[in-house]
């Protein structure tokens, strides 16, 4: 409301009106934050994306330097995880699984190198 459409309102009625603006703009000013805070935890992030993808077999080959063989032969062993069926003849790992194993890889030899010392 501008000024002077304000001024021309009686001077209790103008208390109420600008109270009642005082309150409505508070309330939009709250509602955005709670908007913009609303779509950040419902929008996943690309890292979240990226954790929930499948890879295939070659990408988990490439990603630990293993042969075929062991793949299976870690499976087999149950030091990793079997894959995801996505096909009749088609299986792939969640890429967060991949990158834990390989995490708990390098934690399990920094320990190694820690008793070494």
Do not use: C
């Not at 499948?54 to 087999?76: D, F």
């Not at 969640?94 to 390098?106: A, D, G, K, R, Y």
Request: charged share 20%; aromatic share 6%.
């Amino acid at each position: 409301m501008n000024p002077s459409a304000l001024a021309q309102i009686q001077p209790e009625t103008r208390f109420i009106v600008q109270g009642n603006l005082t309150r409505f703009s508070t309330m939009q000013a709250s509602l955005t934050r709670l908007s913009e805070s609303l779509s950040n935890f419902l929008e996943p992030t690309m890292e979240q994306i990226l954790n929930d993808a499948l890879i295939r077999k070659r990408e988990v080959l490439k990603m630990t330097g293993w042969s075929n063989s062991t793949l299976y032969n870690r499976i087999a062993a149950k030091q990793f995880k079997v894959g995801v069926k996505i096909g009749p003849r088609m299986v792939a790992w969640p890429l967060s699984e991949v990158q834990n194993h390989i995490t708990q890889l390098i934690n399990q030899r920094d320990q190694k190198q820690g008793e070494l010392a």
